[in-house]
C-alpha cells in the first residue's frame, strides 16, 4: 500500500488553491512529488478536498491500486469516510467516490499536522 500525504493552501483574496503531494511505498521506499494549483475554491475545506481529488487522479496516472490518502484536515476525512459530505464539497467528493473504483484498496486516515510535512515540502 502506497502512503499519500496531501495538504492545501488557500487564499481568500483571490480564490486560489494550491495542493502539494507526495506517494511513499514504506516497501520500497520510493518516492513521488506533484503539486498542483487551482482558482475559483470557496473554502479550505475545498481546497483539502481537491488535493485529494488530484492524490487520487496521480495515482491513477501511476498505475498505483493499493493507496492510503493521509491528511490533517479531520472534517474532510470524517466525509471521506462517512460518505457524509458537507455541500460545499458534494461534487468534489462525489468526483473522488468515482475515483475510487480505478483501485483495488482505497483508504483514508487522519494524521496530525506534524506528521504531514512531507506534503509540504
Known sequence: TIDVYTDAAWRSTDKV??????????????????????????STLMAEAIAVREALLQARTLHLSKICIKSDNQVLINALISKNHPVELYGINL????????????????????????AVG
Do not use: K, W
Request: proline share 4%; hydrophobic share 35%.
Open 17 to 42: 488553491a494550491g495542493c502539494g503531494l507526495h506517494y511513499t511505498d514504506p516497501d520500497t521506499c520510493s518516492r513521488h512529488q506533484g503539486t498542483s494549483s487551482e482558482a475559483f475554491v470557496v
Open 95 to 118: 468526483d473522488i467516490e468515482t475515483l475510487y473504483s480505478a483501485f483495488s484498496l482505497v483508504m483514508f486516515v487522519f494524521i496530525p499536522r506534524s506528521l504531514n510535512s512531507t
